[in-house]
């Protein structure tokens, strides 16, 4: 699976046994071995949208602070950082604002609806913009689970 190399095309709906499911059509670009076959469960890894410099808002879902009623000029802001003066300091992991998005994220267990000769057709979301490089790595977890029953 390390010769594998796949191109994010495009998302979609089909119908299989009358639900509406959501699968992603990716675009093979190198395969060398017969890996990919339907049914198979792949793991991806793939590097998520870049959402820029993001405040505690959109970045971890903070509730937004009151609009009226001696609010002024602190609607959008995160409230308090730390306490008094005895730590002194801010704890380390304090949800702060920074840049959001564009990390490289593994999703796990991907089956593989259908296969033709230079496209595949996947269950689910796939993250990241089109055209965005996707690397299958091999599902060793269930190789290893069927060895120990």
């Known amino acids: ?6 191109k994010k095309d495009k998302s979609t709906h089909i ?5 509406l499911i959501h699968a992603t059509i990716l675009q093979i670009i190198n395969n060398n071995s017969s890996v990919l076959t339907i049914g ?3 793991n991806i ?3 998520s949208k870049g959402k820029g410099f993001c405040g505690v808002i959109k970045r971890y879902k903070f509730k937004s602070n009151r609009q009226s009623h001696g609010n002024s000029k602190a609607h959008h802001k995160p409230g308090s950082i730390g306490m008094c003066q005895d730590p002194g300091r ?8 920074g840049h959001s998005g564009q990390s490289y994220t593994l999703l796990k267990n991907i089956i593989i609806l259908k296969t033709t000769q230079n496209t595949l057709l996947v269950k689910g979301c796939i993250p990241g913009s089109k ?8 599902n060793a977890y269930y190789t290893t689970q069927t060895n120990k029953t």
């Open 1 to 6: 699976m390390n010769n594998i190399i796949l």
């Open 15 to 19: 119908f299989i046994k009358g639900k």
């Open 40 to 42: 198979t469960k792949i």
């Open 45 to 47: 890894r793939c590097k």
């Open 90 to 97: 801010v704890f380390k992991g304090k949800k702060m604002p």
């Open 131 to 138: 055209n965005t490089l996707i690397k299958p790595i091999h």
